[in-house]
C-alpha cells in the first residue's frame, strides 16, 4: 500500500499540528444533513478523508486544472474549526483522518465521472477544497454523470463570463470573471449525504480565495454556531475591506442565500 499512496506532505504536517485528540461515537445517518451534524458525522466519524485539489499537476486531460496552493490554507482552517479531532498519524492502522490529493488514483478514480474507488470505506465522511474546476471530488458531486447530490452546484457560463452558484430548488446568483481577485469572491460551504450513505462537506469558491474565505467562514462563523445549526448551505460574498488579501473579521460578508431561504443578510463581527 504504501508504493501506491502519495501522502499530501505539506498540508500533512501542518494539520498534523494543530489536532488534538478524543474518543470515538458511532456515525448517524438517515436525515437531511446540517452544520450541526458536523462534529457527529465528522469529527467523530470512523474515517473521514479530506480531499484538496492537487496544484503541482497539469490535470487537464481530465477536464481539470491544477488548484491553487490557496486551497490547502482552506483545508487548515476547515479542520481547525472543531478541538477535538481524533490523533494522526495518517494513513495507519485506526486513523480517523485521512489528508489526499484529488490525483491520488488509490482512492480517487481518475477515470470520469471520478468518485472513490473501492478503498474508500461507504460510511466514511469527506470533505472536499475547492471548486469543480480544479477538484475531482468537487466535480464528481456537481456533475449530472457523477454523485449530482450537492444541493449546489457552481457553473462557468463563459458566455455571460460568470460563475453561477444554483441550488436544487432554483436559486442562483453569480459572479464575474472580472470581480473575482484576491480581495473579492464568493463561495459555497454545504454539506449533504451522497448516494452511498457519506457525509460530505464542499467548500468551494468561484475562486482560489473564495476557497480560503470559505475556509475562514465555516472556522470563525458556521461551526458550532446556533444561527447556522439548521444549514445545509450558504452561498457567500466576501469582500476584503482591508485590503491585505487575508479573510478576517474586518471583511464584508454578505449570504447571498441559504438552505432556509436567505435574507442576502450581512455578517460582521
Known amino acids: 500500500m504504501k508504493g501506491k499512496v502519495k501522502v499530501l506532505t505539506f498540508a500533512s504536517l501542518i494539520i498534523l499540528l494543530v489536532l488534538p ?3 470515538f461515537i458511532n456515525r448517524s445517518r438517515g436525515y437531511t444533513l446540517t452544520f450541526a451534524d458536523f462534529d457527529a458525522l465528522f469529527v467523530q466519524s470512523s474515517e473521514c478523508f479530506i480531499v484538496i485539489g492537487d496544484s503541482s499537476v497539469k490535470k487537464e486531460e481530465i477536464g481539470l486544472y491544477p488548484a491553487g496552493t490557496i486551497d490547502t490554507m482552506a483545508a487548515v482552517l476547515l479542520v481547525r474549526a472543531p478541538r477535538d479531532w ?10 480517523v483522518l485521512h489528508v489526499i490529493l484529488d490525483t491520488n488514483d488509490f482512492f480517487i ?3 470520469e465521472p471520478f ?6 470505506p461507504t460510511n466514511s465522511s469527506v470533505i472536499s477544497v475547492g471548486g469543480p474546476l480544479v477538484s475531482t471530488m468537487t466535480n464528481y458531486y456537481m456533475r449530472e454523470n457523477g454523485d449530482p447530490s450537492a444541493p449546489v452546484k ?14 436544487k430548488s432554483g436559486v442562483s446568483t453569480s459572479i464575474g470573471f472580472n470581480e473575482i481577485n484576491s480581495s473579492h469572491d464568493m463561495f459555497v460551504i454545504q454539506v449533504f449525504e451522497d448516494s452511498n450513505g457519506r457525509s460530505i462537506l464542499i ?3 468561484a475562486g482560489g480565495y473564495g476557497t480560503y474565505a470559505a475556509g475562514w467562514f465555516f472556522k470563525n462563523v458556521v461551526y ?5 445549526s439548521g444549514d445545509s448551505y ?4 466576501w469582500t476584503d475591506l482591508n485590503l491585505d488579501h487575508e479573510p478576517n473579521h474586518w471583511d464584508y460578508w454578505r449570504i447571498v442565500f441559504s438552505e432556509t431561504g436567505g435574507s442576502s443578510s450581512i455578517w460582521r463581527q
Do not use: H, M
Open 203 to 205: 467548500a468551494a469558491g
Open 21 to 23: 485528540s478524543i474518543s
Open 154 to 167: 457552481i457553473e462557468v457560463d463563459q458566455q455571460s463570463g460568470t460563475v453561477v452558484f444554483r441550488s
Open 224 to 228: 458550532n454556531n446556533p444561527s447556522f
Open 109 to 111: 478514480n481518475q477515470i
Open 115 to 120: 468518485g472513490f474507488t473501492s478503498w474508500v
Open 234 to 237: 450558504l452561498v457567500v460574498e
Open 86 to 95: 481524533k490523533t494522526f498519524p495518517i494513513y495507519s492502522n485506526g486513523t
